[in-house]
Every structure is written in C-alpha cells, then in structure tokens.
C-alpha cells in the first residue's frame, strides 16, 4: 500500500488558526503547495489528479483561515468599540469622585462581575455645599441597562437635590419623589417597573463638627476604622428603600463621631455577600478593621486584592466602594455660590 505524505500537508494551513497572521497563513500555505507538488512529483503523479487536487486543498483551507481572521479581526474591533462606548457611559454616568473635597480625602471604585462590563447598578456620588460634603451610594435592584437607567435617574437627582435642599431628610425626600416619577414613566413601557427599588446611604458630612449625619435607605451600614478597630455605623431606624416609601415618609438623621484621622469605608452589598469555595461570606469588618493603609486610595486597592483572593478571582455580584479620610484641616476652595 503506497502513502502520500503530499495528502499530509493540509494541515499546515489549518494549524495556524488563531496562533499566526493571515500572512503567515498565506505564506506557509505556498510553501505546503510547492512541497505537495514535490511529493507528489516524487511519487510519479506528475499526470495525475490527485496532484491538482492536493494543491487545492491546500487553497481551500488557506481560504477559509483567512475568513476566519477576518472575522476574528471584525469582532474584535466590535469589542474594542463596545468597550469604549462603555467607558463613555462610566464617565458620564458614574463620574469619578474628587481626591480631596473639603475635610476630606475620598478614593472610589467600581468593580463589575462581568468581565467585560464597566457600569452597573451600583452607584455613587459626591457633591460640595456650603460648610459640608454630601454623598450618595446606592444599589439599584437588578441588572443590565434598566439597572443602569436607574442608577442614572437617581444620581441626577442627587446632584440637583444636594445643592438646593437644606436638610438631609428634605433631600432623601426629593429623591424619592424623583425615583417614583421615574418608576411611574418607565411603568408605560416597562411592566417590572413596579419591582425596581434602590437602596441608598444618604450622607452629610460638615467641616465643623467632626461627625457624619446619614439616613439610611434599606443599604449596608458603613464602616468606620479608628485606631485600628472597625464599627458598622448602623441606623436604628432604617428608611424604606427608594421607591418603595409611603406618602409622607419621615426620614430620620442619624449623627455619628467622625473625628480627624478616622477612616469611612461605604460600599455595596457585593462586598458583603461575596462568598468563597465553601459558602462562607467575606467578612468585611474584620478585614477592613485587618488592613493596612496610607490613604484611601491604598485602602480601596488592597480591600479588592483581599476580596478577589476570596472569591478565587470570581466576582457574583458588582462592588461599589468609597473610602475617604477625615483630615485634620479643610480644602480651601470657594464655596458653591459664593463670589470668586
């Protein structure tokens, strides 16, 4: 039984998919040609059809691993741009927080649970007003673009209400209001409408005094570090989540020391209900009470090294985190309103 290695060479072109260019692939495809026409030259098929048919081959498959990059290559600029168009939407939805705001040193993060997501239903916000700092973190029941349409709808409002309201509880009250007429316009073309709620930690903190005056929106207590031990800030008596308020709902302040020196950290309940391979949630008060750190910055960095390590990497649910330092002195910028 005679063998013709000439038959063998097709898998040259079909071995550089996804390792090589498609110039390598071309390349290599002309050189398995010539080699095939030796071979079988060789074996005496000069005048035969199967030396035609070889050489074919090879095309046929250099061919279809060429498509294959092209539509690799299309994919991947698809990618690129969705990734940019989702930057873009972070930006603007989900601003930044400044470094320094008043008394304040502040870092923020954001971590998705998609791979390729950049924004989500957590949210956050920090605004500048006379004499104080206002702050809002939040997470919006659900996922996917109507999460993100509502952490948009509810950080609108704070930072129009943050300026315009003098009481915390006046503003938590503005917000609710603008939550349920945004919950009542999606409810036209959206029937879950009714289902979507936001759970928030509305926040206040003066220059003078040194404390921290929040009302919490059914969200997780934050946490606050000084000398090395960690204490839940928690609300005795919690607000209903946004949207879910009745008419008239009161909304009680709560006032808490927050010294120079001391260390807030506010997050989402991603944090809290991260688990490992065995069940166990991540224990934050004690970790966050365990590290540590220069600023803020650091703090938020080595808090999500320690969180990932836990979860082996793998991530269930989106994590919001603001930390921020009191400093022992205030940021001299102009007040919003006043003369420059």
Not at 40 to 60: C, E
Not at 130 to 137: E, M
Not at 257 to 284: K, V
């Amino acid at each position: 039984m005679s063998i013709h290695l000439a038959s063998l060479l097709v898998a040259v072109p079909a071995l550089t998919a996804g390792l090589v260019g498609p110039r390598f692939t071309v390349g290599l495809t002309m050189l398995a040609c010539v080699a095939a026409a030796t071979l079988d030259i060789y074996d005496g098929l000069l005048d035969s059809p199967i030396l035609p048919i070889h050489v074919l081959d090879l095309l046929v498959v250099c061919g279809l691993v060429v498509v294959f990059w092209r539509l690799r290559d299309l994919d991947s600029q698809a990618l690129v741009q969705v990734r940019t168009v989702s930057d873009v939407a972070q930006r603007a939805v989900l601003r930044p927080l400044p470094r320094r705001m008043g008394s304040l040193r502040i870092a923020s993060m954001y971590r998705s649970a998609a791979a390729q997501a950049q924004i989500g239903g957590d949210l956050y916000a920090a605004e500048r007003v006379k004499g104080a700092v206002r702050l809002i973190i939040g997470d919006v029941r659900g996922k996917g673009l109507a999460a993100v349409d509502d952490a948009a709808a509810v950080l609108g409002a704070f930072r129009e209400a943050a300026h315009r309201d003098a009481a915390l509880s006046e503003l938590v009250a503005s917000l609710e209001g603008s939550v349920r007429r945004h919950l009542r316009a999606v409810g036209e073309t959206d029937r879950d409408s009714g289902e979507h709620f936001i759970t928030a930690l509305v926040l206040e903190i003066p220059d003078d005094p040194p404390v921290v005056r929040l009302i919490s929106c059914g969200h997780p207590p934050p946490l606050r570090s000084r000398d090395g031990h960690a204490l839940a800030l928690r609300s005795p008596q919690p607000a209903p989540p946004l949207g879910l308020a009745g008419a008239g709902e009161e909304y009680r302040v709560d006032t808490f020391a927050f010294d120079s020196g001391d260390t807030l950290l506010l997050h989402t309940d991603g944090l809290l209900e991260a688990r490992d391979a065995t069940g166990a949630f991540y224990p934050a008060p004690d970790r966050f009470a365990s590290l540590r750190w220069r600023d803020p910055d650091q703090l938020l960095q080595r808090l999500i090294k320690d969180l990932l390590d836990h979860v082996n990497g793998h991530l269930e649910d989106d994590v919001g985190l603001v930390a921020m330092e009191r400093l022992a002195e205030s940021t001299s910028f102009p007040e919003p309103g006043s003369e420059r």
